[in-house]
């Protein structure tokens, strides 16, 4: 395994990336222009997260590999996304519960970053949260507007945040990597977001007439490269230039 | 680009002694180069005209976005593909700003998407063929951004001030376009042979496309001269399509690519290039819906547009029991 911090980095690279390009799908589909537009942009904001991310990754590990060869050059199992980023689009409520779990955690989570030792990292999230301030009130505005909009979006919504919850444990799980970062004041300590993101959703959920999914037992694996069947597609399809011509230049 | 207008309006210009004061007045403020603005008074024609032709133009930017759209998530590197994310999104963005110059004229964006769905608006020609390798991102770039602005940078002094000033902030954006198209292009034809044998391919599929793309022959097309009297027009097809080909030969020979048309040639005495002739019989084929692509584009903002109804039903319906509880709070 590389090492912590490098391991750190992609972890919060690949979600950003992996978002961004589900998000992408939409552009041109979207219900309605305005929010193809939104999409469009969330993708972009997500997109350039992710440059950063994977770029100091790639300066960390010293072995050459640059924003691209990170994103184009591995395999599924060296990614290191949590599994909800990766799941399919699904109809608008799918998206949307996936992007609401999402923004609420990341929100949180670069709020804490700000705070981090690595000036970098530091640097980096303080940047990113301005954007992902938006997102997530963008996206608590669409939980309500469908979940409290007619009967069938509320069906919808109810199912998609049902659908996607036991993905959403995974977001607050402590491995050895997070705890030594943590320790070293790199890291956020992904057990003390819990409350916050519970907190939030409970609120949104009150207000868009949605109940809390009851489930306690969670999918885990995404951030040691364990991935949903969902991921490997992305990747062929992300990865087919780069994989086709090895070594061009575009 | 894009309002390719095969039906361009009128097909007679009314000479002055069949006009109505009112009228007259309208032409004198045209030809003194003021603005027509949408309280303003009006001819019916005028304003079909222009109806149609902004919407068509709308719809191109709409459907614009799927050829291209295409690429977003195989686009080579993250750098490229940002970039092509952006401009999908500025295309996004001119058909909002450009159905909101339709509704200036009375017709809802409801009802304009509406003749777009049921087949009976037409958009650009050139969105109907399909994208088969990430040149044909660069080729988009470089000749269908390039040839949008040579169409409109003259409507950007067009009579109708909710159309100049629209075409006034696409086209700056359309430079943006051109530019990026032509660097993909370029980083191609500097790449390795099959890069470059993939930059060539996509010429050849979409140079006459993009002579197309300027609208029928002058001698075909009877409609504009009335439209030009209204400067909704302000060139013809033929001189706009022999501006795009004097530009765009000198890039294609700095990138080292061959127009695909052997009768290509400078010819000193006019100042400009000639070229082949254009397979008419293909583009009416193409405007008519027997285009490559004419019916999965459709069906796809077909689809886009019904699996949206329930959200959009859910926006409108919370709006409206928030605003009662609003009302009554
Ligand atoms: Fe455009
Ligand atoms: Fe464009």
Redo the contacts between chains.
């Keep these: 395994m590389a090492a912590p911090l490098v391991e750190y980095l992609l972890r919060l690279g690949d979600n950003c990336l992996i978002l961004s390009q589900r998000l992408s799908e939409w552009c041109g589909h979207g219900p309605v222009l305005e929010e193809d537009i939104a999409l469009t942009n969330i993708a972009l904001d997500l997109l350039g997260h992710a440059r950063f991310w994977l770029s100091y990754a790639g300066e960390v590990e010293g072995a050459g590999r640059d924003e691209d060869k990170l994103a184009f050059l591995r395999d599924a199992g060296e990614f290191r996304n949590v599994l909800l980023v990766e799941q399919p689009n699904g109809d608008y409520a799918m998206t949307t519960a996936r992007q609401f779990y999402f923004d609420t955690w990341h929100f949180h989570l670069l709020s804490a970053l700000q705070q981090s030792t690595d000036s970098r990292i530091a640097a980096i999230a303080q940047k990113a949260l301005k954007e992902v301030t938006y997102h997530l009130e963008r996206s608590t505005d669409w939980i309500m507007r469908l979940g409290d909009g007619t009967e069938e979006s509320h069906r919808r919504m109810q199912h998609a945040v049902d659908d996607l919850w036991m993905y959403t444990g995974e977001l607050f799980e402590m491995d050895d990597i997070d705890a030594e970062m943590l320790r070293r004041g790199v890291g956020a300590d992904l057990e003390a977001l819990r409350p916050k993101w519970t907190e939030h959703l409970q609120k949104t959920f009150a207000k868009a007439t949605l109940e809390v999914p009851p489930g306690k037992w969670m999918q885990r694996g995404g951030k040691r490269g364990v991935h949903t069947e969902k991921l490997g597609y992305l990747l062929a399809e992300m990865q087919f230039l780069q994989r086709a011509y090895p070594g061009a230049q575009w | 680009m894009y309002a390719q207008m095969v039906d361009a309006g009128p097909e007679r210009v009314r000479p002055a002694g069949e006009m109505s004061p009112e009228e007259q007045h309208f032409q004198e403020r045209i030809d003194a180069g003021i603005k027509i603005e949408p309280k303003d008074f009006m001819p019916e024609a005028y304003r079909k005209t222009l109806i149609r032709q902004i919407s068509q133009h709308a719809h191109s930017e709409?459907v614009g976005?799927?050829p291209e759209?295409n690429w977003?998530?195989?686009?080579?590197?993250?750098?490229?593909?940002?970039i092509l994310?952006?401009k999908?999104?500025d295309e996004?963005?001119h058909?909002?700003y450009l159905?909101s110059a339709v509704e200036t004229l009375g017709v809802t964006r409801e009802q304009t998407i509406e003749d777009l769905l049921s087949g009976k608006a037409k958009y650009s020609s050139i969105f109907n063929y399909p994208t088969l390798t990430?040149a044909d991102i660069g080729a988009i770039g470089w000749l269908v951004d390039g040839s949008a602005i040579i169409n409109q940078i003259p409507i950007c002094r067009c009579s109708y001030g909710p159309y100049a000033r629209a075409m006034v902030r696409i086209c700056k954006e359309e430079t943006f376009h051109t530019r990026q198209g032509f660097d993909?292009m370029l980083?191609?034809c500097?790449?390795?042979p099959?890069?470059k044998a993939m930059a060539q391919d996509a010429l050849n599929r979409w140079w006459w496309p993009s002579l197309m793309m300027h609208g029928p022959a002058d001698s075909d097309s009877k409609h504009s001269a009335q439209s030009m009297r209204w400067k909704v027009k302000l060139f013809s097809n033929d001189e706009l399509r022999q501006k795009f080909v004097d530009q765009t030969v000198p890039q294609a020979e700095y990138l080292g690519l061959k127009i695909p048309d052997p009768e290509l040639k400078w010819n000193p005495e006019r100042g400009h290039y000639d070229f082949g002739r254009i397979d008419w019989d293909e583009f009416y084929n193409v405007i008519q819906g027997n285009g490559p692509c004419n019916r999965e584009r459709l069906r796809?903002r077909i689809?886009?547009h019904e699996?949206?109804?329930?959200?959009?039903?859910?926006?409108a319906?919370?709006a409206r029991?928030h605003a009662q509880k609003k009302a009554a709070a």
């Design positions: 709409i976005q799927l759209g977003i998530t195989r686009a080579p590197t993250l750098k490229r593909k940002a994310l952006a999908v999104q996004a963005g058909g909002l159905y990430w993909i980083a191609l500097r790449g390795t099959e890069q796809a689809e886009a699996q949206g109804a329930w959200v959009r039903e859910a926006a319906a919370y029991k």
